[in-house]
Nanobody, 119 residues
Framework: QVQLVESGGGLVQAGGSLRLSCAASGSIFSLNGVDWYRQAPGKQRELVATITRGGSTRTADSVKGRLTISRDNAKNTVYLQMNSLKPEDTAVYLC?????????????WGQGTQVTVSS
């Protein structure tokens, strides 16, 4: 069984920074590609950043230059560094991972972590 646990969210003033973590645990052979999504109230879930196992990254235009995705394969953890935060970044941030396990390969969601940016 695989668990993804996000942490690091909170309340921050505009212009501030947060670092989110997505830690995978359980029977894992390999944490493969990982995406960070966000969902604000009344809005569709938005893909904000992606990282491959090899470390190649992509970020959405809306956050480019402010949000950076990275990973530590030894810790099965992916990070989202969030700088110069804006009120419109307020959302629940969720990670979505492609994981190889003894049972095969599957995709898993974390439970999310709330980020609130005050103006």
């Amino acid at each position: 069984q695989v668990q993804l646990v996000e942490s690091g969210g909170g309340l921050v003033q505009a212009g501030g920074s947060l670092r989110l973590s997505c830690a995978a645990s359980g029977s894992i052979f390999s944490l493969n590609g990982v995406d960070w999504y966000r969902q604000a109230p009344g809005k569709q879930r938005e893909l904000v950043a992606t990282i491959t196992r090899g470390g190649s990254t992509r970020t959405a235009d809306s956050v480019k230059g402010r949000l950076t995705i990275s990973r530590d394969n030894a810790k099965n953890t992916v990070y989202l560094q969030m700088n110069s935060l804006k009120p419109e970044d307020t959302a629940v941030y969720l990670c979505y991972a492609d994981v190889s396990t003894p049972s095969g390969r599957g995709n898993y969601w974390g439970q999310g972590t709330q980020v609130t940016v005050s103006s």
